[in-house]
């Protein structure tokens, strides 16, 4: 046992806090150091996950790791054996919107590790149809396909695999950032727009779409779109999603056809 456990570990032997086992009470300046030593014990107990910078770790992934470490989301994840935190994302959208419907059809637009698609098979989906740039592990129920979402085949692959309509089109599509803000934005915005186009190609009537957008909601030109064709549209943040992220969501409900 490391010396700072010992205060703590004489109080379950049960003396009291500051007294000794013989009932006499220590001196002012001994008690003030065994204060002390106790602040610092408590201390230790209560703090959460700390990350060495190691040489080559760069900052920004010391700060990731620390992030990932603390992060409850992650540890349920963990517990429950979703493979990744953004599981939770889809369980809050289906809990408000009732987007996975039973036996139903449902494409998983960038679905890599998998965790938005073993919700919707956990969640009654008869089968689901993924892509990702990625490779994905098998989940049971699921064809995922190894592939670039923007290549010009892609849709064409996809409407095939899924052999018919589907209930459902959702997409968590996230470029890998550049650092570029510019860039970035326009990368993000095409892959929005390209997944709300597919969705409305595929949907079956009555279908719903659910897409991850970025700073401040969907574009107002892809919005008026999506209105004139959904009954409803809303935007959405799950509890999930990190409050310092600039991730919202899009839900486009009951398509017209
Ligand atoms: C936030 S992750 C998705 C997490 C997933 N929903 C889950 O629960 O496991 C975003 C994914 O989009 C994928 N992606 C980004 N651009 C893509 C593209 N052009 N084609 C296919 N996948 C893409 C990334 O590879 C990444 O796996």
Known sequence: MSKGKKPAARRQSGAAPGKRMNGTKPSEERRGRMTEKMDKDNATRMMTHKVKTARGRKISSKLWLERQLNDPYVKEAQIKGYRSRAAFKIIELDDKFKLIRHDSLI???????????????????????????????????????????????????????????????????????????????????????????FAMDVLDKGGDFVTKVFQGGAQSDLLERLRSRFEIVKHAKPKSSRAGSPEIYLVAKNFRG
């Open 107 to 197: 494409c998983d637009l960038g679905c890599a590790p998998g965790g938005w698609t073993q919700i919707a098979i956990e969640r009654g989906a008869k089968r689901v149809v993924g892509i990702d740039i990625l490779p994905v592990e098998t989940v049971a129920g699921a064809d995922l396909i190894e592939m670039d979402f923007m290549d010009e085949c892609a849709s064409d692959v996809l409407k095939d695999r899924l052999g018919g309509a589907p209930s459902l089109v959702m997409s968590d599509l996230a470029a890998n950032t550049t650092g570029h803000k510019n860039t970035d934005h326009l990368k993000t915005i095409a892959l929005v727009e390209a997944a709300a186009e």
